[in-house]
Structure formats: C-alpha cells, structure tokens
C-alpha cells in the first residue's frame, strides 16, 4: 500500500468556494426584543398591586386588641434535687500483672538503618533501643521500646507513632 503524504502534496489546486454571507437573523431579533419588551411591560402593570397584609387590612383599633399574657417562668426541679442525689460505683480492683509488654518497630540488617528509625522514634517522645540479635540468618537489629507495664499504654503509644507515619509496630511480650 502506497503511504500518502498529505502535508507534501499542497493545497488543491481549485479554489474552495466562499462561504455565503448571511444577514442578520431579523426575525430572531424581533423576537427577543418583544419578549423582553413584553417582560418588562408585566413588571410595570404589576407594581404596587400586591394586596395589603391581612393585619393592614383589619380596620381595628390598638385599643382592642388583648395583649398577649406574660410566659410562665419555668421552674427547674432538677436543678434543686440534683445535689441530693449521689451514684455509688464499683470498681473491680485489678490485679498487679507480672505480663510486661514490648514494641518492636523493625528489624534491620544494617545497624545505620536502625538508628535512623530510632531517631524517628525519638521525635515523637519516646525513647526506642537498638539491640543486635543473632539469627539463623545473621546479626539483625532490631528497634525496641518499653517496656509497657499494660499493653492499653503500648497500643496508645503505637497509635501516636502510626499518626506519624511510623507503621508496623508489633506489640509482644517482653521475653528478652
């Protein structure tokens, strides 16, 4: 198939025809101007012709007229038998638990890493550890804090950290 340029063969060689002139669309025109002109003469009739408000239109005197009666004043009760009043609420002690909790934040192979995530930490107002374990795998570091003496305070702390963008907090015994 033969490519065809069109850019590189020109212009037609015969001239287009000139588009006819039209004149100005008068009916259009008239149209409007006697809507608009109609518009306006409904305006003007209606002007001035509203009824009276139905309290104008009652022809009575003032002196007639009963004012209305004074509000009751509202009297409160509660307000007078609140402070006679008292709730007693029993709370079950806990006891002391000896669980101590942890969080840890990453595990990194390069110690560097750690510290970075460390000092992230520490903007936020807490102070992590980073602590080198042995693996199977190799020597990891790992980005601790706590320990928590409940894990209610080690949840509040992971979700400040995660309002920072610090994500994959894990919150776990402390077993070191």
């Not at 239109?57 to 609140?82: H, R, S």
């Not at 980005?143 to 992971?158: D, H, N, T």
Request: charged residues 30%; glycine residues 6%.
């Amino acid at each position: 198939m033969a490519h065809k340029d069109y850019i590189a063969r020109g212009r037609n060689p015969k001239k287009a025809p000139e588009p006819e002139k039209r004149s100005l669309p008068w009916v259009r025109i008239l149209v409007t101007f006697a809507l608009v002109f109609g518009f306006g003469y409904f305006l003007w009739s209606i002007n001035n012709k509203a009824e009276a408000p139905a309290h104008k239109k009652a022809n009575i005197p003032k002196a007639q007229v009963d004012p209305l009666p004074d509000a009751p004043k509202e009297e409160w009760e509660f307000i007078k038998t609140l402070p006679e009043y008292s709730v007693e609420v029993e709370i079950e002690e806990r006891e002391a638990s000896d669980k101590r909790y942890l969080m840890q934040c990453g595990s990194f192979r390069k110690q560097n890493q750690a510290e970075e995530l460390k000092a992230r930490i520490a903007f936020q107002g807490f102070e992590a550890q980073v602590r080198p374990s042995e693996g199977s795998s190799g020597r990891w570091y790992r980005v601790i804090i706590g320990p928590y003496e409940s894990k209610r305070l080690a949840e509040k702390q992971r979700h400040t950290l995660q309002r920072a963008k610090i994500n994959g907090c894990k919150i776990w015994l402390w077993n070191l």
